[in-house]
């Protein structure tokens, strides 16, 4: 709990936390986790090319060719976030790690525990960064992408000390790989109103993000009477309450337009262009796509209609991903050992673990979080009792898979 406060320190924005991909605070973090990762008995700490910190514990020398077990999650933030998104599942089981240390015990598999670069896409719109390296499908055109500032992703990696030509080349031995486990905070209500520490995660939802252009006309705020308007904000308002009403209207699926700006505007012009993000969500890729196809229609509606031009770029597209059964029954056992009860549940949130999912086989333990379960957001909270549950259920768990 008081790594979650001193990496929390770290941000590129006073009074808030924000740790976007390669600034100053992002290596200082990476910097940390390398030393409490060497204090606390890894063997080996590496860090690749995107800036993944890779602790390896290396199993039982009695073990001929052990394969590995991979855990982790996320260091990078969105902009004024919580602290134990991402972080929780990379500090927890370095203290597992620490203990089993101490206490000299090595496990028949290799224990890599990862700190994922960059999973939330704040500053280059590109997602899962840290976790598509280490399975070797990082898509190296996402290194020309640039941020707010026009600063390449290439040249920022480079400007951080890394070797971005090396970006293809940092994948740790898959074939290796047993399996992977993701500790996440919730981010949702479920497991604090059902008065539950833990859940076992069934499957994470799948997404559509997109980056949506439209133009429209920017004209004088006093002189255009309103019948002549190509106003980009006003078809930017439309969309956006079709959205809300689309998604409202079939449980458990979700659409939100997160970004929203008038491009170059001012109080006296009308709007020319307007930029706005679109993030859609469903258990099912079917029932995502329904919905993304008649908002497609709609927005070409509105667009005709007010004679606004709308230019998309798909910029995720993740399948649902579902959890290993063998490890979510493992999870189940862990858990009612510690004599707490076993629940599953759903992930609306994206996590590594999809994209590490594709690899190998995966699984999430879910950690009750406080405030009504909110998330994304500075009043993102955990309490220190269910991060010990959670420990003990994780090294239960790993003890459980060295077993199986
Ligand atoms: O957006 C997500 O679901 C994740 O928190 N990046
Ligand atoms: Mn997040
Ligand atoms: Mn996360």
Known sequence: ???????????????????????????????????????????EVRHDAIGNVIGVYRADPAVARPRIVSTGSHYDTVRDGGKYDGRLGILLPMAIVADLHARDQRLPYDFEVVAFAEEEGLRFGSTFLGSSAYIGRFDETVLDKTDADGITMRAAIANAGLDPARSAHCATDVDRIKHY??????????????????????AINGGVRRILTLTGLASHAGTTPMAMRHDAACAAAEIILYVEQRCASVPALVGTVGTLQVVNGSVNVVPGVCRLSLDLRAPEDGMRDAALADIEARIAEICQRRGVRCETEEVMRKTASACAPGERALWAKAIAAQGAPV??????????????????????????????????????????????????????????????
Do not use: K
């Open 181 to 202: 486990f993701e500790v996440h905070i919730e981010q949702g209500p479920v497991l604090l109103d059902s008065g539950l520490p833990l859940g076992v995660v069934t």
């Open 343 to 404: 629940y599953e549940l759903p992930s609306g949130a994206g996590h590594d673990a999809m994209m590490v999912g594709q690899a190998t086989s995966m699984s999430m333990l879910f950690v009750r979080c406080g405030n009504g379960g909110i998330s994304h957001n500075p009043l993102e909270i955990i309490t220190i009792e269910d991060a010990q549950l959670a420990a003990q259920a994780t090294q239960a768990f790993m003890l459980e898979l060295a077993a199986a």
């Open 1 to 43: 709990m008081s790594w979650s406060d001193q990496l929390a320190l770290h941000t590129d924005q006073a009074g808030a936390l924000t740790c976007a991909y390669m600034t100053p605070a992002h290596r200082a973090v990476a910097a940390q986790l390398d030393a409490w990762m060497r204090e606390s008995g890894f063997d």
